[in-house]
């Protein structure tokens, strides 16, 4: 049975996001590295770098570097200094060499973006393996991040495209995003909170807006932890739908026939 392989995008904005990020891909700072953080520091040495420099401080001066060169002194207050694409492959492959995967996904990501990659960093230290990007958005001489992102269409050309470029290769699909019923949202959810019991994200102080976002969207979570959704093959209706269902007849509320 294929696993589901998974890339988003997001958008790194302010001045200073570059160097928060990187700080973060490179694991400098101290502060993640506690008992109440998702990272193992025993773990941290098995991450690797595919693409930039050593450091998240020479990382932010080249990118600065850049847009100089490139004209920018003054970028937009809402400017995307940069767009940010996450590589995720499913829990169970800790025990499988990624190297070959994230090394493909590099290499697609050159090809696919017209922009310039600044980081490419492997993190094996948390519950999924996983890769962060870091694109620096200069096209035609201005910072161009929401372009490069695009909107929904694009989003899904690309998620497409890496299908057929790299994830099918590896018996990757992505993510089934046929809409759940309300039941198998709700027991897919539970399934992935199941799954997280002795994960040490659970001792995030983020962890309450954490557990409620695997609630409202359980789906990407579950295909992290190779967690396949049970599909109710019933009527498909949820509680709500049954009881606000016309059927036959006028409708109740309560004990009271509705006119």
Request: proline residues 5%; hydrophobic residues 40%.
């Amino acid at each position: 049975m294929a696993s589901d392989g998974l890339f988003r995008m997001k958008s790194i904005k302010g001045p200073n996001g570059i160097l928060v990020a990187m700080r973060h891909n490179k694991r400098e700072l101290q502060t993640e590295r506690g008992a109440r953080d998702n990272i193992d520091p025993l773990k941290s040495h098995l991450n690797y770098s595919l693409f930039g420099l050593k450091t998240a401080e020479e990382i932010n001066r080249y990118s600065k570097i850049q847009m100089i060169n490139a004209g920018i002194d003054k970028p937009r207050k809402n400017a995307v200094y940069a767009v940010e694409i996450v590589f995720s492959l499913p829990i169970s492959w800790h025990s499988q060499d990624t190297r070959s995967f994230f090394e493909d996904c590099r290499e697609w990501l050159v090809k696919a973006f017209p922009a310039e990659l600044i980081s490419f960093e492997v993190h094996l230290d948390e519950s999924a393996p996983h890769a962060h990007a870091l694109i620096l958005p200069i096209i035609d001489g201005r910072l161009q991040g929401s372009a490069l992102k695009g909107g929904i269409a694009n989003i899904n050309r690309l998620q497409a495209d890496f299908l057929n470029a790299v994830a099918r290769h590896y018996g990757l699909r992505m993510g089934s995003r046929k809409k759940l019923s309300f039941n198998d949202q709700e027991n897919l959810a539970k399934k992935v909170l199941n799954g997280l019991a002795n994960d040490p994200v659970m001792k995030s102080s983020v962890w309450a807006i954490l557990r409620d976002a695997i609630a409202s969207n359980p789906l990407p979570y579950a295909q992290l932890l190779n967690i396949q959704p049970s599909l109710n093959r019933g009527n498909g209706k949820s509680f709500v739908a049954i009881m606000t269902s016309k059927g036959k007849g006028k409708p109740y509320i309560g004990n009271e026939r509705v006119n």
